[in-house]
């Protein structure tokens, strides 16, 4: 069960809680308000984690058995088109946050995201010579695999209106 947390919101100190979890439209809001300028998810190059082949199919089945709940929103694995660029992201964690009211609910926090990028064709031998580095692989950004992905937020938010 997470921790209850205060945090002074500054200019935000009279906000006070309506009781009950905001609608996942509004999760954001929310998690602004509490959490700042904090950021919301950060990003881990799979393929970089020194000792690992970078498959990131065997590190997501490492998350789920070590019991990390991971964003199916899309498919566990968000693959890009030419299949270069592969993500996948655990739910947001959800804490308890006191208001300045004194009552406590539950608000979304981060999240993480990892990502493997494959070596670009025209570098794949670099990869078999152990030559490869980063500039060789694939570049860019999905936008269609970034919806899915930041719905994490958004899932933790639909978890706890179901749990309320």
Request: glycine share 10%; aromatic share 6%; charged share 20%.
């Amino acid at each position: 069960m997470p921790g209850t947390t205060r945090v002074s919101l500054g200019h935000h100190e009279g906000v006070e809680s309506s009781g009950r979890m905001p609608s996942a439209c509004c999760a954001c809001a929310c998690r602004v308000l509490v959490n700042g300028y904090q950021l919301n998810h950060t990003a881990l190059s799979v393929h970089n984690i020194k000792g690992r082949s970078g498959d990131i199919y065997a590190f997501a089945n490492e998350l789920v058995m070590k019991g990390f709940n991971l964003n199916t929103e899309g498919g566990v694995m968000k693959v890009s088109p030419d299949t270069g660029l592969l993500q996948c992201s655990t739910v947001a964690d959800v804490v308890n946050f006191t208001f300045a009211g004194g009552q406590t609910n539950p608000v979304v926090g981060a999240y993480m995201e990892f990502v493997e990028r494959k070596p670009m064709p025209e570098h794949q031998h670099l990869a078999e010579a152990g030559q490869l580095r980063e500039f060789h692989r694939r570049d860019g950004f999905e936008a269609d695999s970034a919806k899915n992905i930041f719905a994490s937020t958004t899932l933790a938010a639909t978890q706890v209106q179901e749990t309320a």
